[in-house]
């Protein structure tokens, strides 16, 4: 479903320099797969995911999805395809404050359908336990319904990769089982293909597929080898 090749990612510094942030041969997902990626803060986790998204240009590579080639896409191409194909569930929520659990979930369809789907937008906030807060606002909820309400409205389009980044960052440790288990579940339920960002074991171990970032980006494995030595050099003084 998904294959990505030779894909390079950097950014420009004050100085001019380019910053090497990805550097991926080769990363594949199948169809209804769960795949966690597991590395540090700050190894290109988030970036990845924006570029497979395409909210993120990358530099060079290619990113197929679905058989089309996404880095060919010019920009309303690129957002009609995420709206249509493709939910994302962002660490900080991005939930809109002034809207209610159910407006914010009728929004996120309204970017793929003319006219957003009011049954499953119920159905949906139901199914991950939020039925009496239809009518709240962000403001209104705690920190985990707010994420109930993101992971709600990046299913609402029925997408067929599911993208999740940090997602229990922000949660307390009692609700991050939960949160987990929702995304999971959900994603095996409708055969949706997930991508699951995180620097916590406690949250990978709970998926068959566990791909370590220093594995895959050959940027993130240059720094956690030269990290290793710094600290070798350490023990050694």
Sequence with gaps: ML????????????????????????????????????GRSGGGKTTLLHGISGITRIDSGEIRFLDQELTKFSEPMWDRFR?????????TFNLLPAFTALENVLLGMS??????????????????????????????MSVGEQQRVAVARALAN?????????????IDPANQQGIVSLIKETCEESNIGLILVTHAMEVASQFDRIDHLENINLVAAEATASMSEVEGERHES
């Design 83 to 91: 709206a249509s194909n493709i939910g994302y569930v962002f660490q």
């Design 3 to 38: 294959e990505i090749l030779d894909l390079k990612k950097s950014f420009a510094q004050p100085d001019g320099e380019r910053l090497e942030i990805l550097d991926i041969p080769e990363f594949r997902v199948d169809a209804g797969e769960q795949v966690v990626l597991l």
């Design 111 to 140: 970017f793929a359908k003319d006219v957003p789907d009011h049954k499953y937008a119920n159905w949906l906030l139901k199914r991950v336990g939020l039925g009496h807060r239809l009518d709240h606002k962000p403001d209104q």
């Design 158 to 170: 029925r997408p067929r990769l599911l993208l999740a980044d940090e997602p229990t960052a922000n």
